[in-house]
């Protein structure tokens, strides 16, 4: 093992937590492999050799947005050609379309609509309960809450609470990007919430019993600082509520910086499995690395392959690059082939048999 | 570390040749990062912390081939729709078309009775002619005996004509896996595994070199794996005639073979391993980045690999892209080297014979 690593090996063997210093070793560090048994390491502690993956169905509902983040290639505006709304009907059409494969989970999912209210939204979400009514829904980032917030002058725990009340099981982590104030200047999102503000609502939401994942954009603008920072803001919060079912780390490609490379997509699992000491599972995204690499990834921290279906376009249009539907099938063998256990989940991370 | 692999990586450590047991015991575990580790401590000390790439051009001058092996993508029959046949005029055309900044033609096609002697003579001596400065590469052992057996040439005839015609060194290819069985159920009508060795080492004895390679992923055993390796070894322990080795992991996509799924991440980061570890009178062992990605291609430079492969200009319907290796056709120079970097190591650009490029 590279020398620069030997104490963060101690500490990790004894299980002591990691300090931004030893963070940011990791991620200076090119010592790809030892970061990997490290990582590798922990999450067998963790996890086991379970390797999960979720049979989901995404509704998108609309990609107008009142946002213009500069590295979103997927809202739109009102009067764009290629703008799209789905009506309440094309919703339960979207519902009983998931019927057909055996699904524990819908993401619903979509842009900051000028023009829907909460109300729509609740019908939405008592649609799909009403067509699939086992079937757990994801819906929502901490933006798309305080939005609702704003829109109905009244606190988001009372928003968190009314969408429980309608159906919602879990909301997504989207809209974290990267807690740093200038990087979100430089993405040109600064209409949308702060990293403060992100991290507030999940509080608020854990604290009403709503669970959800946390996540992180990286790439080529951000400081390896500032990634610990995000980790280390994550890790706080969770020791707070336990709240997060699991870090994701999301690779992004922006105007023309390339996407990031191999090494760094493993190096960044690898670094938030052994800062994340209190998140049970670390998500590793296929649809950005690739399955080969995903598969890869498992050595690196990662229990969990995300789900089957990519039916949003979000992802697709920030750089994907595998087509955005695995077979139950070939996700099985994958994980096979890496010699672990291939489980199904739901959005909590329960086992389904 | 994988408790089999101890007493293997103690030899490892020793600079020990490996036995085959050795080699299966590799190939069974299934401790990734140990294997990276003991195939990387080997690469540092063989080959440095350079990376090798190419910039390279493949043509294809048939895919009309009477073998019609089943894990091919490539090949077409004489009447199919989408056969081609390319004339010499097409081929200098294209490329001039894509010249620009290239240090090797690598020229290879399907089996194609049609052609002549005189054609692949002409082929290579036109395309010298036209690119004096390119390294040609060109025709698999397979090809080569092809074109023996169909001219009533010898191949060492056949190999001093087209070396006089400006052939620099042969194609990797037609190797697949020696084993008779794989071959039998896979490739009956293709140049067998011994041949292909022999003739091998008859363009090494003659002076062209060549490249190794095994395709893995069919239902080979790991036996015969590790013996297609023993056996390029043993080889170039006699005539030292390869300059690389690699391991070409068999994609199912476009071949009618439905039913398998191929090689994943896992496996071809462990042959490249387990290539580095057994084929200690190898200095390179070449990841065809093309065959999974960048991604992935830069990962494989910490499992025992030393060389990217081209920058490869390889037109759509090319052997790799067929079978599936969609989306990874084409980089270009500045990522290839921004790759290298980014993995921490030194990026250098070769001729075929791994010289550095003037």
């Known amino acids: ?353 | 570390m994988d408790k089999n692999l101890i007493e293997v990586s103690d030899r490892i450590e020793r600079g020990e040749r490996l036995s085959e047991e050795n080699g299966i015991k590799l190939l069974e575990s299934s401790d990734l990062l140990s294997l990276g580790r003991l195939a990387d401590f080997v690469r540092r000390n063989k080959a440095g912390d350079e990376v090798y790439f190419i910039a390279n051009k493949h043509l294809y001058y048939t895919n009309v081939c009477v073998w019609r092996c089943k894990f091919c993508a490539f090949s077409r029959n004489l009447n199919d729709s989408d056969s081609y046949t390319k004339t010499i005029e097409d081929l200098i055309l294209e490329v001039k078309n894509s010249e620009n900044g290239l240090s090797e033609l690598r020229i290879t096609g399907g089996i194609n009775p049609k052609l002549s002697f005189e054609f692949f003579e002409n082929l290579i001596f036109s395309l010298k002619s036209a690119f004096p400065y390119l390294h040609i590469e060109a025709f698999a052992p397979t090809e080569i005996d092809f074109i023996a057996l169909s001219s009533g040439l010898s191949v060492e005839d056949v190999l001093i004509r087209l070396k006089k015609a400006g052939l620099g060194s042969l194609a990797a290819g037609g190797a697949e896996v020696f084993s008779p069985r794989i071959r039998r159920e896979f490739c009956p009508k293709k140049t067998s595994g011994k041949r292909w060795l022999e003739i091998t080492k008859t363009a090494h004895q003659m002076g062209v070199c060549s490249n190794a390679s095994l395709l893995y992923g069919l239902t080979e055993t790991v036996e015969e794996r590790i013996d297609h390796l023993i056996e390029v070894r043993n080889l170039q322990d006699e005539t030292g005639g390869f300059n690389s080795f690699i391991p070409l992991p068999f994609l199912p996509e476009n071949t009618k073979l439905f039913s398998f799924s191929g090689s994943t991440g896992f496996d071809i980061l462990k042959m490249i391993a387990v290539s580095r570890l057994m084929l200690d009178n190898f200095k390179h062992i070449k990841f065809l980045w093309i065959y999974g990605g960048l991604k992935l291609g830069q990962t494989a430079l910490s499992f025992g690999a030393n060389d990217l492969g081209g920058t490869v200009i390889e037109e759509n319907k090319g052997v790799a892209r067929s079978a599936g290796a969609k989306n990874f056709g084409f980089t270009t120079r500045e990522e290839l080297i921004r790759t290298i970097k980014r993995a921490d190591r030194i990026p250098f650009e070769r001729g075929v014979l791994y010289q550095a490029r003037n």
């Open chain 1, 1 to 353: 093992m590279g020398f620069e690593l030997k104490d963060i090996a101690e500490k990790i063997e004894s299980g002591e937590r990691l300090s931004k210093e030893d963070g940011l070793k990791c991620l200076k560090s090119n010592d790809l492999l030892s970061l990997g048994l490290m990582a590798d390491s922990v999450r067998k502690r963790k996890t086991g050799d379970i390797v999960t993956f979720v049979g989901n169905h995404h509704i998108c509902y609309s990609n107008i947005c009142i946002n213009s983040c500069d590295y979103c290639s997927f809202g739109r505006k009102t009067d764009d050609p290629d703008a799209f709304t789905l009506t309440l009907d094309q919703i339960r059409a979207e519902a009983i379309e998931s019927k057909k494969g055996t699904v524990p989970e819908i993401l619903f999912m979509g842009s900051i609509h000028p023009d829907f209210f909460l109300e729509f939204f609740k019908e939405a979400i008592k649609i799909i309960k009403s067509e699939v009514p086992e079937i757990k829904i994801l819906a929502f980032s901490p933006v798309e809450i305080d939005h609702f917030a704003k829109q109905e002058k009244v606190s988001v725990n009372e928003i968190l609470r009314c969408l429980k009340t309608t159906g919602l099981s879990a909301i997504t982590g989207g809209g974290a990007e990267i807690f740093s104030q200038r990087v979100r200047k430089e993405l040109g999102c600064e209409n949308k919430i702060s990293g403060d503000r992100w991290l507030e609502i999940m509080e608020a939401a854990h604290l009403e019993g709503i669970a959800s994942n946390a996540s992180m954009l990286y790439g080529f603008i951000e400081t390896d600082e500032e990634r610990i920072d995000h980790l280390i803001a994550l890790r706080g919060l969770q020791d707070k509520t336990k709240g997060f079912t699991h870090f994701l780390p999301f690779a992004f490609a922006w105007r023309n910086l390339p996407s990031p490379a191999g090494y760094d997509d493993l190096k960044m699992l690898a670094a938030s499995r052994l800062m994340l000491d209190n998140f049970n599972h670390i998500r590793s995204y296929w649809c950005h690395l690739g399955l080969e690499l995903a598969q890869v990834s498992l050595l690196f921290g990662a229990d969990d392959l995300n789900g089957l279906k990519q039916k949003g376009r979000i992802i697709h249009s920030s750089g994907a690059v595998e087509s955005q539907f695995v077979k139950r099938e070939r996700m099985i063998d994958v994980i096979k082939r890496a010699r672990r256990i291939p489980r199904e989940r739901d959005v909590l991370f329960n086992l389904i048999d």
